[in-house]
């Protein structure tokens, strides 16, 4: 089983779907986790929501930073933001790191159901990202 960490800066939102997804989707082939480089404390009430929508619950779900030691006992660590990108511990030698740039749905403007779907939108990016990278085992291994 391979170990992953989503990381964002709040660790409330797109690295919280993501270890939703890559748990319900990836069980028997990831141990997912995620964790924020300022965390937020909390799991954004749209996030629960539209994650709700696709039969997944992250309500369980904790925000929480990083921690360096446990970084280093995984075997790849996806970015979901460019500023987890830029200012992420230094990936430890041996650990393989991807980047996924997801818009972050929590500075969405308008009205309810425009916000909402912006959150919806990077839910099924974040989807189909998973999904991509559970069907390319190659990623995990390089």
């Not at 539209?50 to 925000?63: H, L, R, T």
Request: hydrophobic share 35%; net charge negative.
């Amino acid at each position: 089983m391979h170990k992953v960490m989503f990381l964002c800066t709040g660790n409330s939102c797109r690295s919280q779907m993501a270890e939703g997804f890559a748990k319900d989707l990836g069980r028997g082939i990831v141990e997912a986790h995620s964790a924020g480089l300022c965390p937020a404390g909390y799991v954004y009430p749209k996030a629960i929501e539209v994650m709700k929508e696709a039969g997944v619950d992250i309500s369980g779900q904790k925000s929480k930073a990083v921690d360096p030691d446990f970084l280093k006992t995984m075997d790849l660590v996806i970015t979901l933001c460019s500023n987890a990108e830029a200012t992420c511990p230094t990936t430890p030698p041996g650990i393989r790191s991807l980047h996924w740039p997801i818009v972050d749905p929590v500075g969405a403007t308008g009205t309810d159901e425009e916000i909402m779907t912006e959150f919806r939108r990077a839910r099924d990016e974040i989807r189909e990202r998973i999904l991509a990278f559970l069907e390319t085992p190659k990623e995990m291994k390089q």
